[in-house]
């Protein structure tokens, strides 16, 4: 018994280390942000207060170099496969009503579910705006919120003449409630939380803080005495922000609540990120009364902004915290969201029947400790607008129509000194590796998606 027991142990450090044995796998409490800039956190210094946020960063592994794509559904879906959108063609690189992937795709939640997890969406999809594109058709048992990219917090409606407008559901069946979005995503996943049925994994995409801005009264008397701008129509619309990332904020601690409540804490990986940068103005084209946002977020000291291939847009605040497993530290070791399927899977021992084709790299031996560092890789950023690959410290910017740029990140985080005509063989080999990546990318819309409003 003693031998077997030893055997046990040892397969279970293989895995992954100090991660729970297969009878115990950890819940996941994965959460993205929407248009979350780098400067509107507290951890950041920025403007908004957020001290639950600031808390799990503090107590937990702080991800600084952390990349995603620069708009939304590519992110959501390098987040659910495990690769870069790309690969499932041009339309899943930019912000769509489009199904994103096939419907037979391997997603983290059907893996997940392939393993005995309860699996639950809640707030935003974006990877498919028919409700038969929906999260259960990618392997959640349920899915509650919008369907479409965004809506507005109060009408919980898409833009107005769109065949998407009436977006929010459960399930898939379209629902009418009234309510803040924020307040009532954050009611479901708190309900999901308490139902204790582990192991679980829930996916909260919140709206907040994308566009139409706004929250209830109470977060912006949070911020009573605060002057913004002088300017009272810049005052008030950075007051929405402000007001917003801390509803944000006040939710997560809510869950954070309900798993201290319920005995799960300890047991409950929390993944935080935001989709991409944040954005600095817009105008409102939802269907309500919400004014536009002519000063929203911020992203200094990082240069550019959400749909850029520049840093702000494309490094986000995130972090990750597990309470008695992971030590807390700041991680420079560079992620994107295509690691997290391939990390996850590592932790609670998925293997697939077949090759899932991933991109992302398994980083659960860097995030547990168990290596400190990591061998350079490649990072490849692709957009309608543009393409960005980094390698190592290299990061090439290759705009849609122009030259080449080229940033040093160890030494120029901020990409204020462009290298490109100094070192001309480097932006050469950096381009091999984007064309290489290109390569690899399904150029063509899938047939059955022709002729589909989007």
């Known amino acids: 018994m003693l031998a077997r027991l030893l055997l046990l142990a040892c397969g279970i450090a293989g895995i992954a280390s100090r991660a729970p044995a297969a009878e115990s796998r950890p819940n996941i409490l994965f959460i993205v942000a929407d248009d979350l800039g780098w400067s509107d956190v507290g951890w950041h210094g920025g403007f908004g207060r957020t001290p639950h946020l600031d808390?799990?960063?503090?107590e937990g592994i702080e991800l600084d170099q952390h990349y995603v794509q620069p708009v939304c559904t590519p992110t959501r879906t390098a987040l659910m496969s495990g690769r870069y959108p790309g690969r499932f063609g041009?339309?899943?690189l930019s912000p769509s009503n489009l199904r994103a992937m096939p419907l037979d795709t391997v997603t983290l939640a059907s893996a997940l579910r392939s393993l005995g997890y309860a699996t639950c969406q809640a707030g935003k999809w974006h990877l498919g705006s028919l409700p038969e594109w929906?999260?259960?058709?990618?392997?959640?048992d349920h899915g509650y919120g919008t369907l479409t990219g965004a809506a507005d917090?109060?009408?919980h409606k898409y833009r107005a003449g769109s065949p998407y407008e009436d977006t929010w559901h459960r399930d898939g069946q379209r629902l009418d409630e009234p309510g803040n979005a924020t307040e009532l995503v954050a009611a479901e996943v708190v309900h999901r939380i308490e139902e204790q049925r582990s192991p679980w994994f829930i996916y909260v995409g919140f709206h907040a803080v994308h566009t139409p801005v706004d929250a209830p009264e109470e977060f912006k008397r949070i911020y009573d005495g605060v002057k913004f701008h002088n300017d009272p129509v810049l005052h008030e619309s950075r007051l929405r922000m402000a007001a917003e990332?801390?509803?944000l904020d006040a939710k997560v601690g809510e869950f954070v609540d309900a798993l201290?409540?319920?005995g799960q804490r300890d047991r409950t990986l929390i993944v935080f990120t935001s989709d991409n940068g944040g954005i600095e103005s817009l105008k409102n084209a939802y269907v309500g009364t919400v004014p536009g946002s002519p000063l929203n977020s911020e992203n200094d000291p990082l240069r550019g902004q959400k749909a850029t291939v520049y840093e702000g847009g494309i490094r986000v605040c995130a972090f990750a915290n597990w309470r008695g497993v992971l030590e807390p530290r700041k991680l420079s070791v560079p992620m994107h969201g295509v690691d997290w399927f391939p990390t996850l899977a590592d932790l609670v021992g998925y293997q697939p029947e077949s090759d899932l084709r991933w991109d992302g790299l398994n980083r659960w031996p860097v995030?547990?400790?168990?290596?400190?560092?990591?061998?350079?890789r490649t990072i490849y950023i692709a957009s309608t607008r543009g393409h960005a690959?980094?390698?190592?410290?290299?990061?090439l910017v290759q705009p849609e129509a122009g030259n080449a740029e080229l940033y040093n990140l160890a030494v120029d985080p901020y990409e204020h000194t462009n290298l490109a005509s100094l070192q001309s063989q480097k932006v050469k080999d950096l381009q091999s590796m984007l064309a290489e990546q290109q390569a690899l990318d399904e150029p063509k819309l899938p047939a059955d998606l022709e002729g589909i409003h989007n």
Do not use: I, M, N
């Open 153 to 155: 917090p109060w009408t």
């Open 260 to 262: 201290e409540r319920t």
């Open 245 to 247: 990332v801390s509803q």
């Open 367 to 376: 995030l547990s400790g168990a290596t400190q560092t990591a061998a350079d």
């Open 55 to 58: 808390r799990l960063v503090r």
């Open 134 to 140: 929906g999260p259960t058709a990618f392997g959640f």
């Open 389 to 395: 690959l980094r390698h190592g410290d290299w990061k």
């Open 90 to 92: 041009p339309h899943a």
